[in-house]
Each structure stands twice: as structure tokens, then as C-alpha cells.
């Protein structure tokens, strides 16, 4: 069973770093774009920062300079590194996997929640 685990949110400092951690059961990360999505209470979900199956990478511009993504194939994992947090980053974060067409897979992780607070 295809599965995504998001892991590493937590309560932060503004200013302070967290990474958070996708892992992936059952997916060759080569086959699919990933993203980071989050959403904040009372707002839409939206687009954090994406790479690619061929390594293109996109951040938002809100968190443009602040955010990295990565991931390791070997290990099936996706980070998303976040420097300068801000309050405004507040939110549950969600991993996303989708498979091009033909295929058009989509899944989503269970989130976990991120809070900049002081």
C-alpha cells in the first residue's frame, strides 16, 4: 500500500529552522513530481515548493530564500528545510506525489502541523 508519512513540525521560535521529512512507502521517487503544500486555518491550501521527476524546482515567493526541498531517492525521502520561519508560515504542511499522465497518480500525506510563535 502506497503510503506518505510527514514528520518534524513542531513549535518554533520566529526565526528558528525546522526540517520536515515526507517518507514515501512504496514509490520510486523518479516517477513523480513532489510537493509541499500547506494550509493555514481558515485559508485555501496552497503550493510551498515542488521538484520535479527531472530535478526542476519551484518555491513560492513567500518562502523564496527561506525554503529548500530535496530528497533522496536511496531512501525514499523528501525534506523540506525551512530557515527564517515566520508566523505567517503557521500551518499544517502536506506532502504531494503525482504521477503524469498517463498514469495521473495523486497522493497526499496525512500533514503535520507547524507553528511560529513566540
Known amino acids: 500500500q502506497v503510503q506518505l508519512v510527514e514528520s518534524g513540525g513542531g513549535l518554533v521560535n520566529p526565526g528558528g529552522s525546522l526540517r520536515l521529512s515526507c517518507a514515501a512507502s512504496?514509490?520510486?521517487?523518479?516517477?513523480?513530481?513532489i510537493g509541499w503544500f500547506r494550509q493555514a486555518p481558515g485559508k485555501e491550501r496552497e503550493g510551498v515548493s515542488y521538484?520535479?521527476?527531472?530535478?526542476?524546482?519551484y518555491y513560492a515567493n513567500s518562502v523564496k530564500g527561506r525554503f529548500t526541498i530535496s530528497k533522496d531517492n536511496a531512501l525514499n525521502m523528501v525534506y523540506l528545510q525551512m530557515n527564517s520561519l515566520k508566523p505567517e508560515d503557521t500551518a499544517v504542511y502536506y506532502c504531494?506525489?503525482?504521477?503524469?499522465?498517463?498514469?495521473?497518480?495523486?497522493?497526499w500525506g496525512q500533514g503535520t502541523q507547524v507553528t511560529v510563535s513566540s
Open positions: 512504496r514509490f520510486t521517487l523518479d516517477y513523480y513530481n
Open positions: 504531494y506525489f503525482y504521477r503524469p499522465a498517463p498514469w495521473s497518480l495523486h497522493y
Open positions: 521538484i520535479s521527476f527531472t530535478d526542476d524546482l
